[in-house]
């Protein structure tokens, strides 16, 4: 069994940096991609950023798109969120994820339902 642990959240405020991270752990792990969305209070889930594993290829939200970056570490198993110029908007719960299976384009690295693996997620808050 898989399991995602997320940290790094918290309180920051507006145009401040954080870094989330998310390790996974149980058994040997090999992910097609990893991604990172978010849910603020009273929203659908929102993509974030995902990342191949074996690859260098990256895709983000557009709502992100040059603020965030997303890096992996494959012999640690993890896979991080950079955060800057952080925006009262950003808040919400970040959870990390894992797919499996084959993924091509923006619309399939999007789509939540499509990720086998989940964390329990992280709180981040920016303040205006």
């Known amino acids: 069994q898989v399991q995602l642990v997320e940290s790094g959240g918290g309180l920051v405020q507006a145009g401040g940096s954080l870094r989330l991270s998310c390790a996974a752990s149980?058994?040997?792990?090999?992910?097609?991609?990893m991604g990172w969305f978010r849910q603020a209070p009273g929203k659908e889930r929102e993509f974030v950023a995902a990342a191949r594993w074996t690859t260098d290829y990256t895709v983000y939200g557009a709502s992100v798109k040059g603020r965030f970056t997303i890096s992996r570490d494959n012999a640690q198993n993890t896979v991080d969120l950079h955060m800057n110029n952080l925006k009262h908007e950003d808040t919400a719960v970040y959870y990390c994820a894992g797919r499996m299976g084959y993924c091509s384009g923006y619309a399939c690295y999007a789509a939540s339902n499509e990720y086998n693996y989940w964390g329990q997620g992280t709180q981040v808050t920016v303040s205006s």
């Open positions: 149980g058994r040997t792990f090999s992910p097609y991609a």
